[in-house]
């Protein structure tokens, strides 16, 4: 399956595990991203916004402590893809005026019919009369599925299996609101003409649009059609203004590549998704939610998990707690310290946190020292690739000189960030082996102890 969603997901990992600068990796990530959208044929205008409102906030936005800058810049990538999906918001999903009458249209198979019962199911355990009608005259086969589907679900339908679907749609409508007092009725349509021809289909859902005039012409679009969405959604955008999108099959392996594509073409939202056959597998469109799916669930929910916990302000306690309990620090730790120390003011005071170890004298002129180099130190550590913060004894002399230049420092200031990490880890060692005796910390209460 080869959708933009998929191709941003494979470059979100890359981007993780680039060895260039924060600003080359940034370069380079947007530059695959606005291919990636082109080749799907998003339109060139929304790529340009998207991509430079995302290099905008790369270059400005300082990621909160504990965060490092490549981390948070996968969070600007997702805010932004969220906001072009629709933002926070769900769209508001209940009519504004009655009868409230929505037309599904869309290509055959793509799930019209078990979204019109979908969406009949949906209004109708809210309270609302329901009416559900078909203009499907080509299938045999229509006719019956949404008459079942009504039945099932305990909804008056309106249908005939032969005629002129413009007469049956307006018969429908009368039918529905003058027989069956109905405040919402779903129209089902074609999805394959007749003839088979692509125009005659494009024709019939504008006559039957001016015809009924609906409330609200819905698209409904299969997420595995990635870049396909885009010419179906702009063709019957151009003939039949579409008012929302539906996607459907979200369940299946696709990662809804359609839906970006589906979005761009129309200028409209996705109001609904389908991810089941079941007529209870339909929910309101979560944008957040869906963007964190296609851009890899591994990836971006740790992240976003991340970036929560660091608004509650006891994480610098728990991790310097956490440093005292094992006996060692990561570099991941430093960069929280770091960054902690330039939010909170004198490291000192971020010390105090932590019962005793404030009272290491022997760390306190170096600690000193390091007040000036945090920001040195913290560009240092964004030029650092995931394997090197995890495991710095792999940080050899040629990386140190890569390291530098990346962060734009010297060879000198990656030295010493490197020994302070191995002094802080030399002083926690030994404070847990007992060898350093600090007054007013008792391990034991910290619990941990060996292997853990
Ligand atoms: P239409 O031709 O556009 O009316 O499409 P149908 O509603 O007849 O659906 C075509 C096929 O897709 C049927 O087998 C449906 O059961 C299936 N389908 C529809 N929506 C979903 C969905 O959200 N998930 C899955 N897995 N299948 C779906
Ligand atoms: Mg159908």
């Excluded at 761009?264 to 609904?272: E, M, P, V």
């Amino acid at each position: 399956m080869s959708t933009v969603f998929g191709r941003i997901r494979d470059l979100v990992s890359s981007f993780l595990r680039s060895s260039e600068s924060y600003e080359e990796a940034v370069g380079s990530f947007i530059k695959e991203l606005q291919k990636e959208m082109i080749r799907a044929d998003v339109n060139i205008k929304v790529v340009s916004e998207l991509t430079s409102r995302i290099r905008e906030r790369a270059l400005k936005e300082e990621p909160p402590p504990g965060v490092l800058r490549k981390e948070w810049f996968i969070k600007i990538v997702y805010d932004e893809l969220s906001k072009l999906l629709g933002g926070d918001i769900s769209l508001e999903p209940f009519p504004k005026s009655f009868p409230w009458i929505v037309l599904l249209v869309g290509i055959q198979g793509s799930g019209k019919t078990t979204t019109a019962g979908k969406l009949a199911l949906f209004y109708k355990k809210r309270g609302y009369r329901v009416g559900l009608a078909t203009t499907d005259i080509y299938r045999a086969a229509a006719y019956e599925q949404l008459k079942q589907l009504a039945e099932a679900i305990g909804v008056p339908f309106y249908g005939e299996k032969i005629g002129d679907p413009i007469e049956i749609s307006k018969k429908a409508i009368k039918t529905l609101l003058n027989e069956y007092f109905c405040d919402i009725v779903v129209v089902d349509t074609a999805g394959r003409h007749g003839y088979g021809r692509e125009e005659d289909l494009l024709r019939e859902m504008k006559d039957i649009a001016e015809a009924i005039k609906p409330s609200e012409v819905v698209l409904v679009v299969d997420a595995s059609m990635g870049q396909k969405a885009f010419d179906l959604a702009k063709k019957f955008h151009e003939w039949t203004p579409i008012g929302s999108i539906i996607i459907t099959k979200l369940d299946g392996t696709a990662r809804g590549g359609g839906a970006l594509s589906a979005v761009a073409a129309t200028g409209a939202k996705i109001k609904f998704v389908g991810d089941g056959e079941k007529l209870e597998d339909f929910e309101l469109f979560n944008p957040r939610k869906f963007v964190a799916r296609v851009l890899g669930l591994g990836d971006i929910e740790s992240l976003l998990e991340k970036f929560k916990a660091i608004e509650e302000s006891d994480e610098i306690k728990k991790r310097l707690e956490k440093a005292v309990t094992l006996g060692k620090m990561s570099m991941r730790d430093i960069y929280h310290q770091l960054k902690s120390i330039k939010k909170l003011g004198p490291l000192r005071k971020v010390l105090d946190l932590v019962p005793g170890l404030s009272m290491l004298k022997i760390g306190d002129e170096i600690l000193k020292g390091s007040e000036k180099k945090i920001d040195i130190w913290i560009n240092i550590i964004d030029s650092m690739t995931y394997r090197e913060l995890d495991n710095p004894s792999v940080i050899d002399r040629g990386r140190i000189r890569r390291i530098a230049l990346g962060s734009g420092r010297g060879v000198t200031d990656v030295r010493e960030l490197l020994d302070y990490y191995e002094l802080v880890n030399k002083m926690l060692k030994d404070l847990k082996r007992g060898k350093l005796r600090v007054k007013g910390l008792d391990l034991d209460k910290l619990g941990g102890g060996p292997g853990e």
